[in-house]
Nanobody
Framework: QARLVESGGGSVQAGGSLRLSCAAS????????MGWFRQAPGKEREFVAS????????YYADSVKGRFTISRDNAKSTVYLQMNSLKPEDTAVYYC???????????????WGQGTQVTVSS
């Protein structure tokens, strides 16, 4: 069973940047598609970005296109989410997930991290 641990969250002012990391415990990390999701208080968990197992395909929610970048380093079993030009509406708990395909739905992912809080102030 894969264990995922997120880090890099924190508080930042609008317009600032953060880079989230998600470290996986399994050597088979490289065979998994990875996704980032977020959940704000009182809202459902929503898709942010995903990446194929080899890093060649990436997908983004419209709300973060052009501002966020997902990447992975299979040698380090780590996936990243670079977040630039942050807005207050980006405030949420961010989760990474591992699954078979880089889809935008939570049900397609088998393993989840515990989440990391991102707070953007205006």
């Amino acid at each position: 069973q894969a264990r995922l641990v997120e880090s890099g969250g924190g508080s930042v002012q609008a317009g600032g940047s953060l880079r989230l990391s998600c470290a996986a415990s399994r050597r088979t990390f490289r065979s998994y598609a990875m996704g980032w999701f977020r959940q704000a208080p009182g809202k459902e968990r929503e898709f942010v970005a995903s990446i194929s197992w080899n890093g060649r395909s990436t997908y983004y929610a419209d709300s973060v296109k052009g501002r966020f970048t997902i990447s992975r380093d299979n040698a380090k079993s780590t996936v990243y989410l670079q977040m630039n030009s942050l807005k207050p509406e980006d405030t949420a708990v961010y989760y990474c997930a591992a699954g078979t395909e880089p889809l935008a739905v939570t049900t397609e992912y088998d393993y989840w991290g515990q989440g990391t809080q991102v707070t953007v102030s205006s």
